[in-house]
């Protein structure tokens, strides 16, 4: 089961998530007006002295997509500069989660100095996650729409918060964001729309051995991500941090044989996929923590 919605089963969880799919439904229909309004494309009104979570709607009228948005900017006493730059974390839900449904680990970043960007990759009007085999071939438009999002966001993030070092970028996701954030690193951003690169998808993905395409990756961790390979590059920083009720598809994690030295996989004994969210038990949340900040020499 990837569908974290269905086997949570809170009713405020299902009323915060149509209430998004509700916004961007009406937006969608005000489109016309919405890039004037204040609400939209406000990346050029975030408050830098605010370190309360600013939620920002970020539109690419290439693709006319509006993306909601969580920033978390870290406190004045990191003194980020132009010439002192902070680094920025990314990261991205499971599917069937909302942006701001991890916060334990958005806080953990920015209370480390971390520009944290939390992207809503689905929207309303996206087709369903394919539940079919081979998903390496039917979720490959999923992941590639997620990939072009995130360098968007990232693009657009750097012209108005140049204080912060997104050369070299730490990318965080769960479950499908994790497959997002590993399918950025291995086969890039696409230069087609996402309904022409849908007749792609059905070439064979294999772990790469190059320096992938999206050279600002510096780090990737996963939270049980199942489906993309891990890339085989000693240039990105990995750590897979695994539950234990579902495998991962196989060549996702690497053989002890490959003897991988970039690549970091940590079992929790007796975690759940479906709770390595905000929703999840405090005991989880706090070994998350702990592993994340002893990866990250925090």
């Known amino acids: 089961m990837e569908l974290a919605l269905v086997s949570q089963g809170k009713s405020s969880y299902i009323f915060k998530y149509c209430t998004l799919i509700l916004l961007a439904v009406i937006l969608s229909v005000i489109a016309g007006n919405s890039v004037a309004n204040s609400l939209v494309n406000s990346m050029a009104q975030i408050d830098k002295a605010q370190v309360q979570p ?121 479950s499908n964001g994790g497959d997002i954030s590993v399918w950025l690193a291995t086969q890039g951003i696409s230069l087609f729309s996402e309904s022409e690169s849908e007749s792609e998808s059905e070439s064979n993905l294999k772990p790469v051995s190059s320096t992938g395409y999206a050279d600002y990756i510096a780090r990737i961790i996963t939270l049980d991500h199942r489906r993309v390979p891990l890339p085989r590059n000693a240039n990105i920083t990995q750590l897979s941090i695994r539950a234990s009720d579902y495998p991962a598809d196989e060549g996702v994690l690497p053989l002890p044989s490959e003897q991988v030295t970039t690549i970091s996989v940590v079992t929790i004994k007796d975690a759940k996929h479906n709770d390595m969210n905000d929703y999840g038990p405090q005991w989880l949340k706090d070994k998350i923590v702990n592993i994340i900040s002893e990866h990250m020499q925090f």
């Not at 069937?96 to 480390?112: A, C």
């Open 54 to 174: 600013q939620s920002l709607l970020v539109v690419d009228t290439l693709r006319q997509r509006e993306v909601p948005i969580e920033l978390y900017l870290p406190e004045k006493s990191f003194a980020c500069h132009v010439e002192q730059q902070c680094p920025v974390m990314i990261i991205g839900s499971g599917y069937g989660l909302l942006h701001t449904d991890y916060q334990f680990i958005s806080q953990l970043f920015q209370q480390n100095g971390y520009l944290v960007v939390a992207i809503q990759h689905e929207l309303a009007t996206d087709p369903a996650l394919s539940r079919t085999p081979p998903f390496i071939q039917t979720r490959a438009e999923n992941w590639q729409r997620g990939a072009n999002t995130v360098d968007f966001i990232l693009q657009q993030s750097r012209q108005y918060l140049p204080e912060f070092d997104f050369e070299h970028v730490t990318l965080v996701g769960h």
